[in-house]
């Protein structure tokens, strides 16, 4: 079972959020959509409302949070994505209310 399948399994969410990765000025780019396929992707194979929210500079912030946690050692990739999701869902929380 892929990662993906598994959270699912075990947290059955009603909603799933995706960063959309955007250029600086808001134009799409390629990755852009890839990531809106996998979103649809989602709402498809798990009948879940699927969210995008705009990604742009949470890899950038989340690097800086994590060197002021604990310098360049904690600036691993796996962090740095999980930092980043985050501040994405944080992000989208913020535009609901």
Not at 60 to 83: C, H, M, N, P, T
């Amino acid at each position: 079972m892929d990662v993906v399948a598994k959270l699912f399994a075990e947290w059955s969410p009603q909603l799933a959020v995706v960063g959309l990765p955007l250029n600086m000025d808001g134009s799409s780019q390629q990755v852009t959509f890839s990531a809106k396929k996998f979103a649809n992707r989602l709402n498809a194979k798990y009948k879940v409302a699927v969210k995008t929210c705009d990604e742009r500079l949470t890899t950038v912030d989340a690097k800086a949070r994590l060197f002021e946690l604990g310098g360049y050692k904690k600036l691993d990739k796996q962090k740095i994505d999980s930092v980043s999701a985050c501040l994405i869902f944080e992000s989208w929380i913020e535009t609901q209310y």
